[in-house]
């Protein structure tokens, strides 16, 4: 069954600061996409970041880059220069290219960046 | 472009009740999911729709169901309303099947 993993219930970074958030992801289809999205207390998730199964190169959006590791099925993301606005929680999820869009998504990690 | 629009945003019923719950996509997008959000049991898919035909649906009771109208527009309806059915309600859209979904502000679902 497909599953996504997210350790760290909750992270705390100093702005600036650069901060990974761990996301593992557990599934035998060879075609999949990974997602990263941001939710704030206002609770819409906002989209941050995509990689592909088949992208050689790891994904970058502005400050966010997602540390892809196939072999050890895992995606990680990497806020730099964290700022206090980047406070909310972030899951990770995971689509499988079978004719649906259905998103399976992890538990979360909340990250809090103090000045 | 505006973006993915759910109303209402916060609605309170009491058990045994009925809601429908409204999403309007971004313009041009035709795939529409749901998804709910509990505190307990995170962020599960409920059902999407593509050009008004549902293609997929998780697990949840029949209490539970949904539609697409021809202008991409999705209700999600909830009937005989049980205390666990407070969540906060996602909605997201996608220009196409496989593309990025973009999600709504969700509708929050207090049931007392």
């Known amino acids: 069954a497909q599953k996504i993993t997210q350790t760290q219930p909750g992270m705390f970074v100093q702005e600036k600061e650069a901060v990974t958030l761990d996301c593992t992801y557990d599934t035998s289809d060879p075609s999949y996409g990974l997602f990263w999205y941001k939710q704030p207390s206002s609770g819409e998730m906002i989209f941050l970041i995509y990689q592909g199964s088949y992208d050689q190169q790891n994904a970058t959006e502005g400050r966010y880059s997602l540390n892809f590791q196939k072999a050890r099925k895992s995606a990680n993301l990497v806020i730099s220069a964290s700022q206090l606005g980047d406070s909310a929680m972030y899951f990770c999820?995971?689509?499988?290219?079978?004719?649906?869009?259905?998103?399976?998504f992890g538990t979360g990690t909340r990250l809090q960046v103090f000045p | 472009k505006a973006g993915v629009t759910q109303t209402p945003r916060y609605l309170i019923k009491t058990r045994g009740q009925q809601v429908t719950l409204s999403c309007s996509p971004i313009s041009g997008h035709r795939s529409v999911s749901w998804y709910q959000q509990t505190p307990g049991q995170g962020l599960q898919f409920l059902f999407e729709y593509f050009s008004e035909t549902q293609r997929n649906k998780g697990n949840f009771p029949g209490r539970f169901s949904g539609r697409q109208f021809s202008n991409s527009r999705s209700e999600m309806n909830v009937s005989t309303l049980e205390l666990g059915d407070s969540a906060l309600y996602l909605c997201a859209s996608s220009l196409a099947s496989g593309a990025t979904q973009y999600f709504g502000p969700g509708t929050r679902l207090l049931v007392l």
């Open positions: 999820a995971m689509r499988l290219y079978v004719n649906t869009d259905k998103l399976i």
